[in-house]
């Protein structure tokens, strides 16, 4: 096991949670790394020795990124669907079958590298931890396979076999919310570490209240944690429900009533509001308020969605610059959403922060300041930072 010495920091963002600002900044500091592992934090001056030194030149230093909502197996794109919907044409949710059809046609090996294009893409952005749901199969084979696929690149795997009601089974919903909470649920929980429901009473494809409340009933009793799609289209039962039953995580939360932001409120540090912008953009709808959110004190994360419908972006970079110019967050609000925030919505403690013990997942930016991932919209200035070991 060999230990590396990372010198020249411009700024470290420790994201530890210690300062009155949350970033932890510092100046003039360094790090050791070992065993893929923080050894040790501290000011240059008193670094200790280290096998090899790392000389980042004056660039900042920050946790990767923890892109905690993410679809990435799936096969071909919907390219047209976002033209049209750019003509004026509103999305209902309907067009995922398309990627359904699709995805099933596509060999395993197919998907593997689709998904590994995707992973390395967000890397080569400063993502170093995502989340990956199944939901483009809907059948017990095809969800298995996408959770085994994913699990070949993440331990933050999530099963959403109840993405929406598959066509072949739109004429009996009961049926498939039965397949959903019965034999997938069992041939899949083995594979994921978390469940996922589209609640969304505005599209005739995803689940109300009550069905979304049968899957992550049964998702709990398989052993799984909780996440949910919720109040993204309109108000809806979501927030509600995620923070009733302890979910991690209650994903868009794009409108939300006084009584919703009460939940996440009093629900802060168990249930984070998972606010994903580039979704808003990319369907041209109005964005969460997530000054609001933060000034009453709730928890939030930011993560891309990368999905082919609603949301085609691989770049927490560029969700955070939407955070910051259309949702009210400061700069450095955006990125701690975007590492810790984000992690605690996965419930880890030991990405998203830069701390002795925390995984050495770091991102480095061609620039002196986190200032620049908003102020340089659009820039490609950040990457993980790869280490020997
Ligand atoms: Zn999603």
Sequence with gaps: ???????????????????????????????????????????????????????????AVLPGFV???????????????????????????????????????????????????????????????????SGYGLTVADEVRSLRIAAEFTDETTFLGAHVVPAEYAGDRAAYLDLVTGPM?????????????????????????DEARAVLTAGREAGLGLRVHGNQLGPGPGVQLAVELGAASVDHCTHLSEADVEALSSAAGTTVATLLPGVEFSTR??????????????SIALATDCNPGTCYTSSMPFVIALAVREMGLTPGEAVYAATAGSALSLRRSDIGRIEVGARADLAVLEAPSHLHLSYRAGVPIARALDLPD
């Design 285 to 298: 709808s109005p964005y969460p308020d997530a000054r609001r959110l933060l000034d009453a004190g709730c």
């Design 1 to 59: 096991m060999s230990s590396t010495l990372v010198t020249g920091i411009g700024e470290l963002l420790t994201c530890d949670g210690l300062t009155p600002d949350l970033l932890g900044v510092r100046h003039d500091a360094a790090l050791v790394t070992e065993g893929g592992r923080i050894a040790w934090v501290g000011d240059a001056c008193n670094a200790p020795e280290a096998d090899r030194r790392l000389d980042v030149d004056g660039r």
């Design 185 to 209: 649920l069992a041939a899949a929980a083995p594979h994921a570490r978390w469940v996922d429901v589209f609640c969304e009473p505005h599209s005739a494809h995803a689940f109300t209240a």
């Design 67 to 133: 892109d905690s909502h993410a679809h990435l197996v799936f096969a071909g794109d919907r390219a047209e669907e976002f033209a049209a919907r750019m003509a004026g044409h509103p999305y209902d949710g309907g067009g995922i079958a398309v990627s359904v059809d699709a995805t099933r046609a596509a060999g395993d090996d197919e998907l593997r590298s689709l998904v590994a294009a995707r992973v390395a893409e967000m890397r080569a952005q400063g993502t170093t931890t995502v989340e990956i749901k």
